[in-house]
C-alpha cells in the first residue's frame, strides 16, 4: 500500500532564512513525487513533482525538492523563505506503475514571520 | 474552461438530506478524480474516472455515496441521507489521462456542512 508521512504539523521560519518542509513516502513500485501548496479557502496548487531523472527538481515560486531514494524521502526546500509562502503544504506519492490516484499526506502548516 | 470549476462553493444542509455536487474538469482531461478533505487532514481519495467509466471507487466511504460521469466531462457526486461526518471540503481535479506521469489539476472545492 501506498503511504505518505509528513512528520511535522507546523514549521515555523523568518523571512529570509532557508526552510525545509520534510516527507518520506512507502511505495511499491517506482515513486512519482508531488508537492502541492493550498492557501485559505483555495484549492491545491501544483509546485513541482519527482518522475525521473535528476533527484533535485526545481518548480514554482523558487521551490525545489530533493529525492533520496534511500531514505525515501522528498523534502521540499526554498533557500530565502517569504511571508507569502506562509500556507499549507503537502506532499504526495503516486506508484508509477499505475494510471490511479495520487496519496497525500496530512500537511505541514508553513508560518514565515517577518 | 480554464481551470477546473466546482459548484456550489458552498452548500449548507440539513441531516438526512439528498446533495449533489458538479465537477467540470479541464476540457480534453480524460481523467477525474474526487478527493474529500476534512479540516486539518490532507485530502482523501474518493473515487476516479477514466472517461465514463469509474476506473477505482474504492476510496467511497460507503453507499450513501456515488459518482457519476455520463458523457466523459462533466462528473456529480451524490451523497444520500446525509450526516454531520460528511461535512468537508469535496476536491476534484482532473488529469490528460493514460500516459500522464500524474499532475492532477484541482477545482476550488465544495464546502459540504451538514447540521
Known amino acids: 500500500a501506498q503511504s505518505v508521512a509528513q512528520p511535522e504539523d507546523q514549521v515555523n521560519v523568518a523571512e529570509g532564512n532557508p526552510l525545509t518542509v520534510k516527507c518520506t513516502y512507502s511505495v511499491s513500485g517506482n515513486p512519482y513525487l508531488f508537492w502541492y501548496v493550498q492557501y485559505p479557502n483555495r484549492g491545491l496548487q501544483f509546485l513541482l513533482k519527482?518522475?525521473?531523472?535528476?533527484?533535485l527538481v526545481k518548480g514554482s515560486y523558487g521551490f525545489e525538492a530533493e529525492f533520496n531514494k534511500s531514505q525515501t524521502s522528498f523534502h521540499l526546500k526554498k533557500p530565502s523563505a517569504l511571508v507569502s509562502d506562509s500556507a499549507l503544504y503537502f506532499c504526495a506519492v503516486r506508484d508509477g506503475g499505475s494510471q490511479g490516484n495520487l496519496i497525500f499526506g496530512k500537511g505541514t502548516k508553513l508560518s514565515v514571520k517577518p | 474552461g480554464a481551470g477546473v470549476s466546482q459548484t456550489p462553493s458552498n452548500k449548507v444542509t440539513e441531516k438526512g438530506k439528498y446533495v449533489e455536487l458538479r465537477c467540470d474538469p479541464i476540457s480534453g482531461h480524460t481523467a477525474l478524480y474526487w478527493y474529500r478533505q476534512s479540516l486539518g487532514q490532507g485530502p482523501e481519495f474518493l473515487i476516479y474516472f477514466q472517461g465514463t467509466g469509474a476506473a477505482d471507487d474504492s476510496g467511497l466511504p460507503n453507499d450513501r455515496f456515488f459518482a457519476v460521469r455520463p458523457e466523459g466531462s462533466v462528473s456529480t457526486l451524490k451523497i444520500q441521507r446525509t450526516e454531520r461526518g460528511d461535512s468537508a471540503v469535496y476536491l476534484c481535479?482532473?488529469?490528460?489521462?493514460?500516459?500522464?506521469?500524474?499532475?492532477?489539476?484541482f477545482g476550488e472545492g465544495s464546502r459540504l456542512t451538514v447540521l
Open positions: 481535479a482532473s488529469s490528460p489521462g493514460l500516459g500522464n506521469t500524474g499532475e492532477l489539476f
Open positions: 519527482y518522475i525521473t531523472g535528476d533527484n
